[in-house]
């Protein structure tokens, strides 16, 4: 089956830096990508996805890219907000199905 | 549209004993998905269970089941609870087959076996 790796597990950056996430993936029939933001007691998230015939998305301060080739996918944020601080999660989706595997989470904290 | 709930919120038990969760997905949302929720081990994947039918089972023992109902709600089910069961349980909706793909989750069943 699909396996994500998720990297890092944590991450502190500076309030305006900008916090990178980086996942990969093992089966080469996934087709779709989606990040979640989980805050502290609640439900994930989702912030954006992408799917395979795409090489990458930007909502305003938000931005995935997509390395097929590579199987490797990343969440970009760009100055970034104590609001921003969260656990993300990536997650794959082969197209044999809904079965959504997912990372293990990056624990993202921005310092003000 | 109510978003997904999930019932009880809350629950403690002791081992051997089993528990039953209750999900019900965003009206119209046919595919419900159910994950384990574990510091460090981030979502793992339990079921998927469209028009009734599961799908897709992920690698967990025999204990953990589930089923939909014909209204789309779905119940899972933990038979001999063990300590390691100790977990946020979520479920998620989504309407499958439309061309949509994101899933929605509820707010999940914190578990507490001792």
């Known amino acids: 089956g699909e396996n994500v790796e998720q990297h890092p597990s944590t991450l502190s950056v500076q309030e305006g830096d900008s916090a990178v996430i980086k996942c990969t993936y093992s089966d080469s029939a996934s087709n779709y990508f989606p990040w979640y933001k989980q805050e502290l007691g609640k439900r994930p998230q989702l912030i954006i996805d992408i799917r395979s015939n795409v090489g990458e998305k930007k909502d305003q301060r938000i931005a995935v890219t997509l390395n097929k080739t590579a199987k490797h996918f990343s969440l970009h944020i760009t100055e970034t907000q104590p609001e921003d601080s969260a656990v993300y999660f990536c997650?794959?989706?082969?197209?044999?199905?809904?079965?959504?595997?997912f990372g293990t989470g990056t624990s993202l904290t921005v310092i003000p | 549209k109510a978003g997904v709930t999930q019932t009880p919120r809350y629950l403690i038990k002791t081992r051997g004993q089993q528990v039953t969760l209750s999900c019900s997905p965003i009206?119209?949302?046919?595919?419900v998905s159910w994950y384990q929720q574990t510091p460090g081990q981030g979502l793992q994947f339990l079921f998927e269970?469209?028009?009734?039918?599961q799908r897709n089972k992920g690698n967990f023992p025999g204990r953990f089941s589930g089923r939909q109902f014909s209204n789309s709600r779905s119940e899972m089910n933990v038979s001999t609870l063990e300590l390691g069961d100790s977990a946020l349980y979520l479920c998620?909706?989504?309407?499958w087959g439309t061309g949509s793909n994101e899933q929605f989750f509820g707010p999940g069943t914190r578990l507490t076996v001792l």
């Open positions: 998620a909706s989504s309407l």
């Open positions: 009206s119209g949302h046919r595919s």
């Open positions: 269970y469209f028009s009734e039918t």
């Open positions: 997650a794959a989706r082969p197209d044999t199905g809904n079965q959504f595997y």
